[in-house]
């Protein structure tokens, strides 16, 4: 069984729109003709190369390459020329779809060939250059078991209502836009496809298109909210806003919660290695925390959550020992739908636990707060510093929108404490605010504002361009 098996499905169930970008639909019958016309030109390829934006040639390409028996290997059409040709060289004998082509893969005969599905599902089915924020990209193999493990732990079959459809923004190199993908078209909801990101574009279109369900990255989050300003969203028909790929802040949450008050919110943690979300946030939890007078119950709104079905979440020490609630370490996961597995490499380790290099925490009902990556972690004078902590008091200051807390090379602390931040206000009043509620080594030694933060296209943080930014002008000072 291979992933086709989900588009199969949908063809066979009743006949509902699948996919839409633009002024285009396809039904799923229509969509399975062309991935079998499309498998018949991927097959004898060693991957199909995937360089487009969201465009209905992506899912026609996804299940093409899945019935070939071949990898789908959706690239970052950003990145530069030479970065993209360094990719490619490191699949020779690939199928490249650049954007010119992906309109060929639409243009299908009525009397398409048919190909046979392959039924290994220990076949690597997509490989997924992983963002890269901390280390050089690396490429995350999922396997079709897997993506499967997924899809059939968190949905059932057919179960959307009809008209329901869920609008995607997010990129095809994203896990997120592949899961969605793959979930909705199982729940049998549309899919509808934007390929540019713009605030007041994504509600019309929300309001267009009838939009029940939609994910968004944090960034995307913030600037609707911001779009919004005071007003409520006008979007009856959207029941379900997911967000995740990156550390929301709670201001921007609150926001969001008051100007979609007829909607349920999910926060949804994942990896690329993961096969998307192993912890989410449900509905009843925001709106519990949200209005709870309870701190404990009340800081969950900073949380991603408890685990999905059939995933295990452990926090260990340095040493590999499991913590107990409210003790901080790394955040490992267990699962089906985990791969943990890079081209080159093994899977995850013998036992099936993940690393995650995450570093969290637990709280006695099991829900996972995390704090940031292992390695942003901050050593300053012996004492690690999590960034997250020092950032989610920056952002309550007045006029602070975005907060990013690094740690740049110091001669007698190690590392000292550099918060740059986007929005307003005065530096030394923004380190007075910090000092008021953090102990003094926890207080920048330096605020800087800056008009953006370096970030990907999903929304996490480019911390190793930050601190190259900030450390090469002193350097340069000192020489």
Same mark, same amino acid.
């Given at each position: 069984?291979?992933?086709?098996?989900?588009?199969?499905?949908?063809a066979s169930a009743e006949d509902?729109?699948?996919?839409?970008?633009?002024?285009?639909?396809?039904?799923?019958?229509?969509?399975?003709?062309?991935?079998?016309?499309?498998?018949?030109?991927?097959?004898?390829?060693?991957?199909?190369?995937?360089?487009?934006?969201?465009?209905? *040639?992506?899912? /026609? !390409? +996804?299940?093409?390459?899945?019935? %070939? &028996?071949?990898?789908?290997?959706?690239? $970052?059409?950003?990145?530069?020329?030479?970065?993209?040709?360094?990719?490619?060289?490191?699949?020779?004998?690939?199928?490249?779809?650049?954007?010119?082509?992906?309109?060929?893969?639409?243009?299908?005969?009525?009397?398409?060939?048919?190909?046979?599905?392959?039924?290994?599902q220990d076949a690597v089915a997509?490989?997924?250059?992983?963002?890269?924020?901390?280390?050089?990209?690396?490429?995350?193999?999922?396997?079709?078991?897997?993506?499967?493990?997924?899809?059939?732990?968190?949905?059932?079959?057919?179960?959307?209502?009809?008209?329901? *459809?869920?609008? /995607? !923004? +997010?990129?095809?190199?994203?896990? %997120? &836009?592949?899961?969605?993908?793959?979930? $909705?078209?199982?729940?049998?909801?549309?899919?509808?496809?934007?390929?540019?990101?713009?605030?007041?574009?994504?509600?019309?279109?929300?309001?267009?298109?009838?939009?029940?369900?939609?994910?968004?990255?944090?960034?995307?989050?913030?600037?609707?909210?911001?779009?919004?300003?005071?007003?409520?969203?006008?979007?009856?028909?959207?029941?379900?806003?997911?967000?995740?790929?990156?550390?929301?802040?709670?201001?921007?949450?609150?926001?969001?919660?008051?100007?979609?008050?007829?909607?349920?919110?999910?926060?949804?943690?994942?990896?690329?290695?993961?096969?998307?979300?192993?912890?989410?946030?449900?509905?009843?939890?925001?709106?519990?925390?949200?209005?709870?007078?309870?701190?404990?119950?009340?800081?969950?709104?900073?949380?991603?959550?408890?685990?999905?079905?059939?995933?295990?979440?452990?926090?260990?020490?340095?040493?590999?020992?499991?913590?107990?609630?409210?003790?901080?370490?790394?955040?490992?996961?267990?699962?089906?739908?985990?791969?943990?597995?890079?081209?080159?490499?093994?899977?995850?380790?013998?036992?099936?636990?993940?690393?995650?290099?995450?570093?969290?925490?637990?709280?006695?009902?099991?829900?996972?707060?995390?704090?940031?990556?292992?390695?942003?972690?901050?050593?300053?004078?012996?004492e690690n510093i999590a960034p997250?902590?020092?950032?989610?008091?920056?952002?309550?200051?007045?006029?602070?929108?975005?907060?990013?807390?690094?740690?740049?090379?110091?001669?007698?602390?190690?590392?000292?404490?550099?918060?740059?931040?986007?929005?307003?206000?005065?530096?030394?009043?923004?380190?007075?605010?910090?000092?008021?509620?953090?102990?003094?080594?926890?207080?920048?030694?330096?605020?800087?504002?800056?008009?953006?933060?370096?970030?990907?296209?999903?929304?996490?943080?480019?911390?190793?361009?930050?601190?190259?930014?900030?450390?090469?002008?002193?350097?340069?000072?000192?020489?």
């Amino acid at each position: 069984m291979n992933i086709a098996v989900i588009l199969e499905m949908a063809a066979s169930a009743e006949d509902r729109p699948a996919v839409t970008e633009g002024d285009r639909t396809l039904s799923a019958a229509e969509l399975q003709r062309l991935a079998h016309h499309a498998a018949g030109r991927f097959r004898g390829r060693s991957a199909v190369l995937y360089l487009g934006a969201n465009h209905l *040639a992506y899912p /026609v !390409a +996804l299940f093409g390459s899945a019935l %070939a &028996g071949v990898p789908f290997v959706p690239l $970052n059409y950003r990145l530069s020329d030479q970065q993209l040709a360094a990719l490619i060289e490191r699949h020779p004998g690939a199928e490249v779809l650049n954007p010119s082509d992906v309109d060929g893969l639409l243009a299908v005969a009525d009397d398409a060939e048919w190909s046979p599905t392959t039924q290994d599902q220990d076949a690597v089915a997509v490989i997924l250059y992983t963002s890269g924020t901390t280390a050089a990209p690396k490429a995350a193999l999922l396997r079709h078991r897997h993506l499967l493990a997924y899809v059939f732990n968190t949905q059932d079959f057919g179960a959307a209502e009809p008209g329901d *459809a869920s609008l /995607v !923004a +997010l990129p095809p190199y994203h896990v %997120a &836009g592949l899961m969605n993908l793959l979930t $909705n078209l199982y729940a049998g909801r549309r899919v509808v496809y934007q390929s540019v990101f713009q605030a007041s574009h994504w509600l019309a279109t929300v309001r267009r298109e009838g939009v029940s369900h939609a994910m968004v990255v944090p960034t995307m989050l913030a600037r609707v909210t911001e779009e919004l300003g005071d007003a409520r969203a006008d979007v009856p028909t959207l029941r379900n806003l997911a967000y995740g790929g990156a550390r929301c802040p709670i201001p921007v949450v609150e926001r969001a919660l008051r100007q979609f008050p007829d909607t349920g919110f999910v926060n949804a943690y994942g990896l690329t290695e993961t096969a998307s979300s192993v912890c989410v946030l449900g509905p009843d939890d925001h709106w519990r925390a949200f209005a709870s007078e309870d701190p404990a119950v009340r800081a969950r709104l900073g949380s991603v959550g408890r685990p999905l079905p059939g995933v295990e979440v452990e926090v260990r020490d340095d040493d590999g020992t499991p913590l107990g609630p409210g003790e901080t370490g790394l955040v490992f996961v267990r699962g089906a739908q985990i791969s943990g597995e890079y081209e080159g490499t093994g899977e995850a380790g013998g036992d099936g636990w993940f690393a995650t290099r995450d570093r969290g925490s637990l709280d006695q009902e099991g829900y996972l707060f995390l704090e940031g990556r292992a390695d942003d972690t901050i050593i300053r004078g012996g004492e690690n510093i999590a960034p997250a902590e020092i950032e989610d008091i920056l952002l309550q200051y007045p006029g602070v929108r975005e907060a990013a807390v690094l740690g740049l090379p110091d001669p007698e602390w190690g590392q000292r404490l550099v918060a740059v931040l986007v929005g307003t206000g005065d530096p030394e009043e923004v380190r007075a605010f910090a000092k008021e509620r953090l102990r003094s080594s926890k207080t920048p030694d330096t605020v800087v504002f800056r008009t953006e933060l370096p970030r990907t296209a999903t929304g996490k943080l480019l911390r190793r361009t930050l601190v190259a930014e900030l450390v090469e002008p002193e350097e340069t000072h000192r020489a």
